[in-house]
């Protein structure tokens, strides 16, 4: 058996570095172990958009945390951070209508971001001034001011390397075949271990199934693009529309939803087949994220469906001044999809099961690691007063 360490983290994408950094910083030893070389998961595989205003619940607290996380890594790490905000461009009245719903909804204190006026209404030419939409398409929109933007590929290895130089270890290439408390069986073999924190997204039903049943994990495949787009001006923030408004809960769960959702159904039945979220962010070198389906199973198939992705480039062309796309990358995305948003399990004593069950890992993962490791860490601290856990 390896030597021991206070905490050990299965899983290296961007849950798994929250629960390091987390431990790390209350000066606990670390070892993150992963399968593969470097993380290859939904951590580098989104839109680098960190999406705190249209969360709500424990999502919505967890990315009042992750904010404040993500901007001292950012600092601390030295890997590209916007505060951009988010534009939403509102093609018809009720699309207004909700965001002006989402606007007036009251908010706890704890669950406020500091920056003034979260929501902010746009009329279209507002809308037109900030976004290279086409002339006419925008019916108004909102500025909401809170959300970052980062580049989800360089963003993930610089924070490795900045929990590296804080002391953490990272085992990679090593699988896992097995958790149970004090010890975590590895290819390389065993370590011994206080805390084991199993943050392996939608795999969890390789290693603990029976969490994955009881919470009815499942996978949701995403087709998402890269492409070059000779738009007249920068994209200069994330861009939603009327399909991201039916999504997230924040927005998703009022009652002003129900009309655009059956509008934008009724409308466009081949747009809600592929379970579209139409959306777009642009990355340093001025090419163009573009998204993106859903397609739900325990198993996704890993075949893309060049229709759906047809569909994609046809309704960004519709949407924004542009010429022809021209596809640079495409790949399929994959997270876990469950009824609740987030997994928080502890099958044994000592072991913590975490994992955001929909689309907005990048937006909460941080803070729902360090939100359950304050919580688990503190409670040992309370039972055993020195300052290792082992």
């Not at 990272?170 to 199993?198: K, P, W, Y």
């Amino acid at each position: 058996m390896s030597r021991g360490f206070d905490v050990t983290v299965v899983g290296s994408g961007i849950v798994g570095l929250g629960a390091a950094y987390a431990a790390a910083k209350r000066g606990l030893s670390v070892v993150v172990v992963d399968r593969t070389s470097e993380p290859i998961g939904a951590s580098i595989r989104n839109f680098g958009h960190l999406c705190f205003t249209p969360q709500t619940g424990d999502a919505r607290r967890y990315g009042v945390l992750a904010r404040e996380l993500w901007l001292q890594l950012a600092t601390d790490a030295g890997f590209w951070l916007r505060e951009t905000g988010t534009v939403v461009v509102a093609r018809h009245d009720d699309e207004l209508a909700l965001l002006d719903a989402a606007r007036r909804s009251p908010l706890g204190e704890a669950d406020r971001l500091p920056v003034g006026e979260e929501i902010r209404m746009l009329d279209a030419a507002e809308v037109a001034d900030r976004t290279p939409v086409r002339h006419g398409v925008a019916a108004g929109g909102a500025f909401l001011a809170a959300d970052l933007q980062t580049d989800p590929r360089s963003a993930v290895a610089a924070i490795i390397r900045r929990l590296q130089s804080i002391g953490v270890e990272f085992r990679m290439r090593t699988a896992v075949g097995r958790v149970r408390s004090g010890v975590v069986e590895t290819s390389r073999g065993d370590i011994a271990t206080g805390l084991v924190v199993v943050a392996v997204n939608h795999d969890i039903d390789q290693l603990l199934p029976d969490a994955a049943e009881e919470n009815a994990v499942e996978r949701c495949a995403l087709d998402m693009l890269r492409v070059d787009a000779p738009l007249p001006r920068p994209l200069g923030a994330p861009l939603l529309t009327g399909w991201s408004l039916i999504r997230y809960r924040g927005f998703a769960g009022l009652s002003e939803a129900s009309a655009v959702r059956e509008r934008l159904h009724g409308e466009r039945p081949d747009l809600a087949a592929i379970d579209l979220n139409q959306m777009f962010t642009q990355l340093p070198d001025g090419s163009l994220l573009v998204g993106d389906t859903h397609w739900r199973g325990v198993t996704v198939s890993p075949f893309q469906s060049e229709a759906a992705v047809n569909l994609m480039l046809a309704e960004a062309e519709r949407l924004l001044d542009v010429g022809p796309l021209r596809v640079r990358e495409r790949w399929q995305g994959v997270y876990a999809a469950a009824p609740n948003e987030f997994l928080v399990e502890r099958p044994q004593p000592g072991v913590l099961a975490i994992a955001a069950t929909t689309g907005i890992g990048m937006t909460t993962g941080l803070g729902l690691a360090e939100h359950h490791l304050a919580l688990e860490l503190d409670a040992v601290s309370a039972r055993t007063p020195s300052k290792g856990l082992r």
